[in-house]
């Protein structure tokens, strides 16, 4: 794309410059897909890039470059009230307060009803579906059948963690764009850019999530939690298993809503591995690289004794309950049963 191409576009994003670059031309060039698959973990940007692409089909400023944010389109679309934009994802039972395990086949053909109409402000009609991974297999043949037959100038973009969840006949369909961690260097730039003074320390602490970094820095009580959290699994490491439970007990502050437990224990599980990171760094003289600087002394006085193989021992069995949790593994249970197998 030209550099000229560039300035007609305002996409504040953290990193992924090719997918950005193609995602822009693709609008510059009027060659958009009908479909996207948005693929990698939360937290890289998936959703900052698919709402910076679909803000610019809808801008209606002519003389900013686009997305403006401030035209009566870009602020409907902020606040997710556009007429010809539709979100579908899990959704809140208002009775039992609890999110759908999935996305169900019902919301599907609502999508397919609201995309077969006219659109009211003569342009696009965009669809995003966040966690599309949790489609089962009916909810998948339901979108299959919108992929196979699109309208004109509709555009689909699928958010997904992992691309091998979805049926390869999605997949197949979709021009899949993945996202990958993002440089710490990159990171720490962007931060800067926004006027961050503790940029260093929060891209290092992000290893590598753009979203992590922003959260960290928009909410300066993460930090602390993020401290509280190391803290804890230190002493996890240099208790017996009697203060290993007490600990875990207060380690997390479990809901009723099971599927909110396992994104609390995999955001605890991602700082925990960290720790566990930082020591085999330090194990292998790379403390220059560890993440949680502020607690190198810490991290070397609870790790000394522990061989650079139970380290990655440890490591390996995180990422298998972690695994665990998405097939109605209970979270707690989940934890409970790392803990006494350290």
């Known amino acids: 794309m030209k550099e000229s191409d560039t300035k007609q576009f305002n996409w504040d994003v953290c990193g992924h410059e090719e997918i950005v670059h193609f995602l822009q031309s693709a609008i510059s060039g009027n060659?958009?897909?009908?479909?996207?698959?948005?693929?990698?973990?939360?937290?890289?940007?998936?959703?900052?890039?698919?709402?910076?692409?679909?803000?610019?089909?809808f801008c209606q400023n002519q003389e900013k470059a686009k997305p403006c944010g401030v035209c009566p389109a870009c602020l409907q679309i902020k606040n997710k009230i556009h007429p010809d934009f539709f979100i579908t994802g899990q959704e809140m039972n208002e009775k039992t307060e609890k999110l759908s395990k999935g996305i169900l086949i019902e919301q599907i053909r609502n999508l397919k009803h609201k995309l077969q109409q006219a659109t009211l402000l003569n342009g696009y009609k965009v669809a995003l579906i966040t966690d599309a991974h949790l489609m089962n297999l009916n909810t998948a043949n339901a979108l299959l059948k919108i992929l196979e037959e699109p309208t004109k100038n509709t555009v689909i973009i699928l958010l997904v963690d992992d691309v091998s969840a979805l049926p390869q006949t999605i997949a197949s369909r979709c021009q899949t764009l993945r996202f990958l961690p993002v440089p710490t260097a990159t990171i720490k730039t962007y931060l800067e850019d926004q006027g961050s003074f503790e940029s260093g320390l929060v891209a290092r602490q992000a290893h590598g999530y753009p979203g992590i970094a922003i959260d960290l820095v928009n909410n300066q009580d993460l930090i602390k939690t993020q401290a509280d959290k190391v803290e804890t699994f230190l002493k996890i490491i240099d208790a017996d298993l009697n203060q290993r439970l007490e600990l875990v007990e207060k380690a997390v502050n479990w809901e009723k809503d099971e599927s909110i437990n396992v994104t609390l224990l995999n955001d605890l599980f991602h700082s925990w591995q960290l720790v566990l990171r930082d020591a085999l760094l330090i194990k292998t003289d790379n403390e220059s690289l560890i993440t949680n600087t502020t607690q190198l002394e810490a991290i070397k006085s609870n790790f000394a004794s522990m061989s650079f193989i139970k380290i990655k021992s440890i490591l390996n069995k995180m990422d298998q309950v972690s695994g665990y949790t998405w097939y109605n593994i209970n979270s707690k249970s989940a934890l409970e049963n790392l803990i006494i197998n350290l």
């Open 31 to 57: 060659k958009l897909a009908n479909a996207y698959l948005f693929s990698g973990p939360s937290q890289l940007g998936k959703q900052a890039v698919a709402y910076k692409l679909i803000a610019s089909l």
